[in-house]
């Protein structure tokens, strides 16, 4: 069982940065991928970005280029790096693992990007 807890989220105007961090009560180096979903307003949750075991990444088309997942297995912690943000980045942030069938979820940080 792996407990993710989020952190980092808050107020920021367009074009600034924030920097989440999810901290695991696991070894995140046993998972096979860990990555970060949104849920913006009245939305449904959408996948933003992954990081696999061997170290590759994946993002959704709307934040290349501006953020950037990271992790570090010693820390057991994942980090999601969100530059030259926009008000449509607005939502609850979400820190994700899966190993196998498993998957576990934090409990969301809320991100507000401000016009």
């Known amino acids: 069982q792996v407990q993710l807890v989020e952190s980092g989220g808050g107020l920021v105007q367009t074009g600034g940065s924030l920097r989440l961090s999810c901290a695991a009560s696991?070894?995140?180096?046993?998972?096979?991928?860990m990555g970060w979903y949104r849920q913006p307003p009245g939305e449904q949750r959408e996948a933003v970005a992954q990081?696999?075991?061997?170290?590759?990444?994946k993002y959704a088309g709307f934040v290349k280029g501006r953020f950037t997942i990271s992790r570090d297995n010693a820390k057991n912690m994942l980090y999601l790096q969100m530059n030259s943000l926009k008000p449509e980045d607005t939502g609850v942030y979400y820190c994700?693992?899966?190993?196998?069938?498993?998957?576990?979820w934090g409990q969301g940080s809320q991100v507000t990007v401000s016009s």
């Open positions: 994700h693992g899966r190993k196998l069938w498993n998957l576990y």
């Open positions: 990081i696999f075991s061997n170290g590759e990444t």
């Open positions: 696991g070894d995140i180096s046993t998972l096979d991928d």
